[in-house]
């Protein structure tokens, strides 16, 4: 059986695969162009960051990565739901994902929250 913090690596490495996922199917325009760029960074990045977490060289520099984790998975909520408004035929995706996300931005608040009192 694997452990937690092995499976929250994986489930946060095929998030971001389906942030991909979501933007191979949004065309193209003066307007879906900025969201894409921004949602497949913030997207992308929550794993990377919770990676580097999990390597981390102190306390310190945990808490700093899972902050990161954090402010990363507000950025992605908040460019899903432009997304979905750019671009209504991925709505539904959207939301999906944002529920998703919203549910790894409170994980990461009770993180950062624990961290803090100690």
């Known amino acids: 059986m694997k452990d937690k913090e092995?499976?929250?690596?994986e489930d946060l490495e095929k998030f971001g695969e389906r942030i991909?996922?979501?933007?191979?199917k949004v065309p193209?325009?003066?307007i879906t162009i900025p969201i894409i760029n921004q949602l497949v960074k913030s997207g992308t990045s929550i794993g990377a960051n919770y990676m580097?977490?999990?390597g981390a060289s102190s306390k310190?520099?945990?808490?700093?990565k899972i902050y990161i984790c954090k402010k990363e998975t507000m950025e992605t909520k908040h460019?899903?739901?432009?997304?979905?408004k750019a671009y209504e035929k991925v709505q539904e995706e959207c939301r999906e994902l944002w529920q998703e996300a919203h549910g790894y931005a409170k994980l990461f608040s009770k993180i950062t929250g624990?961290?803090?009192?100690?």
């Open 20 to 24: 991909i996922d979501l933007l191979k």
């Open 52 to 54: 580097e977490a999990n």
């Open 114 to 118: 624990t961290l803090n009192k100690k």
């Open 28 to 30: 193209k325009n003066t």
């Open 6 to 9: 092995y499976n929250l690596e």
């Open 79 to 84: 460019w899903l739901r432009m997304l979905a």
């Open 60 to 64: 310190r520099d945990f808490k700093n």
